[in-house]
């Protein structure tokens, strides 16, 4: 593929500011999407764009326009506006599915439409202090439609990206990872000191195996946080569970979470149905599955974390202020 020929400019909505940017603050970088209706020539132009294009969000302040973060092109598809929602959810710009609908309606559409969506990933929001005016070469871009592409061959497409990337820069690790959040900053802060033991215990107490799948192959095994470490009482055996990698992955993004059942004598998975749409099949078989607990009760989830992570990381997206564990 061709490396980026163009930059993306999309004018955001003051929800779709407010939303993007309280998740980010809280819950780090996401997926995001932008959607239209009916619009030919954001078809046209989203058909057109290689994988990795900076799509820059911009709002208006005073006279001005600001671009006030971003993200990064994956892709361009048609979906259902179900789809939509259990992909994206408060990511598409909405505070839930009823809010979402009836955006689409403003927009002539109704529950049943197709949308166009441009999906995003990476997404990066800049502090107040860190936002970059537009020039006013774009103004007649700017009224005539809120998205159009500028070429990088251009003087104010080099432009844009060069400032852009220079603030994004600050919102990274050195190893070009994504912010990941109040949440994460602030566990990561009083449990650094504690991973590896912690990490070794949780594992022996799970005997090196996978609580949901059974696997023992240890290189691909992972030690997940139930909640977060915020302080000394989390960094027990109890809030931790071994999981092959992909499946922690699911369940720290919120698409797997734990439920006991039976008066508390069976811990099963309870994996989100908006697993079929993203993923397909094949991760639903674990939904309901019985988790394989350690021999001493003592170190198996507690009950109180686990409802933690049920109210506050699972289906995460499909509300604001949710969190990855």
């Not at 852009?164 to 050195?174: G, K, P, Q, T």
Request: proline share 3%; net charge negative; hydrophobic share 35%.
């Amino acid at each position: 593929m061709d490396k980026p020929k163009s930059i993306m400019m999309w004018r955001a909505s003051e929800k779709l500011a407010h939303i993007l940017t309280e998740e980010y603050l809280l819950g780090g970088s996401n997926n995001a999407s932008l959607w239209s209706l009916g619009d030919n020539e954001f078809d046209k132009e989203c058909s057109n764009l290689d994988p990795g294009t900076l799509v820059l969000l911009f709002r208006q302040e005073d006279s001005f326009y600001y671009v006030i973060g971003g993200a990064y092109f994956l892709r361009w598809k048609s979906l259902s506006v179900r789809d939509a929602w259990d992909l994206y959810g408060v990511h598409n710009g909405a505070y839930n599915f009823d809010d979402f609908v009836n955006d689409i309606k403003q927009r002539g559409g109704n529950e049943d439409s197709s949308l166009s969506m441009a999906q995003l990933a990476h997404t990066f929001i800049f502090d107040t202090g860190d936002v970059i005016k537009l020039p006013h070469e774009l103004d007649q871009y700017i009224s005539e439609r809120h998205q159009f592409t500028l070429p990088l061959s251009e003087p104010c497409g080099r432009y844009l990206k060069s400032r852009v990337l220079e603030r994004r820069d600050n919102y990274i690790s050195n190893d070009g990872a994504d912010w990941h959040g109040m949440y994460y900053a602030a566990s990561h802060r009083n449990s650094k000191t504690y991973v590896a033991e912690f990490q070794a215990r949780v594992l022996n107490a799970y005997d090196f195996r996978c609580a949901i799948s059974g696997v023992r192959a240890l290189p691909v095994l992972a030690v997940a946080h139930i909640q977060p470490f915020y302080d000394s009482k989390f960094q027990k055996s109890a809030n931790g569970v071994v999981l092959r990698q992909d499946l922690y992955q699911l369940f720290k993004t919120g698409y797997i979470t734990f439920i006991y059942t039976d008066g508390g004598q069976k811990l099963v998975a309870k994996v989100s149905s908006t697993v079929r749409t993203a993923y397909g099949e094949d991760y639903m078989a674990y939904d309901g599955k019985e988790l394989i607990l350690p021999a001493d009760r003592s170190a198996w989830p507690d009950p109180r974390y686990v409802l933690w992570h049920n109210k506050n990381c699972f289906e995460n997206w499909l509300k604001v202020g949710g969190v990855h564990s």
